[in-house]
């Protein structure tokens, strides 16, 4: 399928990447490649190459690039209606937070939508000070205290980066907010020993997805929520990248921990296969013993809101989105799909993998350092490992994403082939066999 380029008015003679140097911020380090067009699991860029998109925009194309089911969706309504305010009764929200209630959480509760992932995590963080401030201290004052860990990552905000447990995300932007302690992921006796009478939330991801890869314990996840129970404290869980059918199941941490109850879920990415959209529930319960306020209603009128977040586009991409992943089963493809896709590699005990782990298709390789470094194909003044096999995957045709400095990970649509999958196996054995014979 060949699509025609839009005429830009005055479009410039400079490069794609003479352009971003020079009327863009450089705070992305960005790689040698202009994607023009995509179709399913497959990118396109400015020079016709062809790429096996396996990173899918980081988790976030979770049907592929472009399905009829969002181009549908945006063409409909956006002839009906693009935006209108807050201020309305936007249909499309009652819709999905239907959606969101009933199908994915199967748990009382209400919706709030915004624009990203970051923005949703700080919803999640405003409800915790609004409960913090409901549920006070014995004397008297607000608690405050949030409790999260090591390697998680929670979005650019300040709120996002005074959670985030990496320092590389703060460097430079204190102060930070106030009342967040990191604790190493999976110590349930650490965890244990950090509560206090200050505590009034833990937030977490139940799969580290930034961070490389790692998933909570099902021992570990249940610790959280009983001493939540017992202090009344929240358990928040951010699945920006984990939810939504990735790791094989509507809710990303029912595949660890099949009924854990969470106080409020944050969504992002996936959620509308490329269009911006955020969503937060937050369950039906009361706010204290001695209180009739339900949690879900907390964040009353005039308390927090924005301008774009769950307008009539979003919602009916999102809707479309959802609906389409209920109606192909695609939970349960992602989870026998990844499962195979981690059994295959670690079958392969290659050199230079050391583990290859994951939850449906969030899926991380851990490359092994010391053996990339003997090959003779990168050395650590290079810059990090991951990206080193990044970079060599993509000129071999297939687009991952690093998480962190040692791990290649592959967020591949939800709907993506068999065939695909084997194509991009068989490029990732070729490009790690070269590597392994020092090559680039
Ligand atoms: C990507 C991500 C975020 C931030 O989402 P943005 O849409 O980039 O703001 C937050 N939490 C997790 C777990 C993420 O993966």
């Given at each position: 399928m060949n699509v025609p380029v839009p005429a830009v008015a005055e479009a410039s003679s400079a490069s794609t990447a003479q352009l971003l140097a020079?009327?863009?911020?450089?705070?992305?380090?960005?790689?040698?490649?202009?994607?023009?067009?995509?179709?399913?699991?497959?990118?396109?860029?400015?020079?016709?190459?062809?790429?096996?998109d396996f990173g899918g925009g980081v988790a976030v194309c979770s049907l592929g690039h472009c399905p009829p089911a969002i181009t549908t969706a945006l063409t409909e309504q956006g002839h009906r209606l693009i935006h209108c305010s807050n201020w309305y009764q936007i249909r499309g929200q009652g819709e999905l937070g239907r959606f969101l209630v009933e199908t994915v959480m199967e748990s009382p509760g209400k919706c709030l939508f915004c624009n990203s992932g970051a923005e949703a995590n700080e919803a999640l963080l405003k409800l915790a000070r609004k409960f913090g401030h409901l549920t006070p201290k014995a004397d008297g004052s607000p608690r405050r205290g949030i409790i999260t860990?090591?390697?998680?990552?929670?979005?650019?905000?300040?709120?996002?980066?005074s959670a985030t447990g990496q320092d590389k995300v703060k460097t430079g932007f204190g102060p930070l907010l106030e009342g967040f302690s990191h604790l190493p992921f999976n110590d349930i006796a650490a965890l244990e020993a950090a509560f206090n009478e200050d505590t009034v939330a833990i937030l977490l991801e139940p799969v580290q997805g930034?961070?490389?890869?790692?998933?909570?314990?099902?021992?570990?996840?249940r610790a959280c929520e009983q001493l939540c129970t017992r202090h009344n404290a929240l358990l928040l869980l951010d699945e920006v990248q984990s939810g939504l059918g990735r790791t094989g199941h509507w809710c990303g941490w029912k595949p660890i921990a099949p009924n854990l109850t969470p106080d409020a879920v944050s969504w992002a990415k996936g959620i509308a296969g490329g269009f911006p959209l955020g969503a937060v529930w937050i369950r039906d319960r009361p706010v204290s013993s001695s209180d009739h306020l339900a949690l879900c209603d907390v964040l009353g009128p005039g308390s927090h809101g924005t301008t774009y977040g769950g307008n009539p586009l979003g919602c009916a991409v999102a809707l479309a989105v959802l609906s389409e992943i209920k109606r192909l089963n695609l939970c349960a493809a992602s989870a026998s799909l990844g499962a195979d896709i981690v059994r295959t590699v670690n079958a392969w005990h290659h050199p230079l993998i050391s583990s290859a782990r994951g939850l449906g298709l969030?899926?991380?390789?851990?490359?092994?350092p010391d053996a990339l470094e003997a090959s003779g194909s990168w050395k650590h003044d290079d810059g990090m490992a991951s990206m080193a096999v990044v970079k060599a995957l993509m000129a071999d045709g297939l687009l991952t994403v690093a998480a962190g400095p040692l791990v290649v990970r592959w967020l591949p649509p939800l709907n993506v082939s068999t065939d695909e999958i084997n194509t991009a196996l068989s490029?990732?054995?070729r490009t790690l066999d070269r590597m392994a014979n020092g090559g680039k």
């Open positions: 020079k009327y863009t911020v450089p705070n992305y380090g960005r790689l040698p490649l202009a994607p023009q067009r995509g179709d399913g699991s497959w990118l396109y860029d400015e020079n016709g190459r062809q790429f096996l860990f090591n390697n998680s990552f929670h979005g650019r905000t300040f709120g996002g980066i930034e961070g490389g890869i790692h998933i909570a314990s099902p021992e570990f996840l969030l899926i991380g390789f851990e490359i092994n490029i990732m054995r």
